[in-house]
Nanobody
């Protein structure tokens, strides 16, 4: 399984952004999750979606401000972020695990390279 993130960039406070995780290889049955990492801190869970798309979970910090979805045709997992603030500035990673959902970084079997999101005016 290979993962590749895209869509990061500079956004103003209050703005929105769509991140994309392209999934390739033998990924049937793999849940995909988004995590983020602030400088000097551990990677933290943002959202996860099952292979079928029927099971979705969000972190408390992102509940109501993030929407995760799965495009089976394009083989992408999308993360829409709204009402961004400076605390959302981080490197965002997608990870995959052979499970119905994944919320801990240690449970991920595969990772992408990350995409930087910077919230600043």
């Amino acid at each position: 399984v290979q993962l590749a993130e895209s869509g990061g960039g500079l956004v103003q406070p209050g703005g929105s952004l769509r991140l994309s995780c392209t999934v390739s290889g033998r990924s049937d049955g793999y849940a995909v999750a988004w995590f983020r990492q602030h400088p000097g801190k551990e990677r933290e869970f943002v959202a996860t979606i099952s292979w079928t798309g029927r099971t979705i979970h969000y972190s408390d910090a992102m509940q109501g401000r993030a929407t995760i979805s799965r495009d089976a045709i394009e083989k992408k997992v999308l993360l829409d972020l709204d009402s961004l603030n400076r605390d959302d500035t981080a490197v965002y990673y997608c990870g995959a695990a052979y499970a119905s959902s994944v919320r801990r970084p240690d449970d991920c079997d595969y990772w992408g390279q990350g995409t930087q999101v910077t919230v600043s005016s």
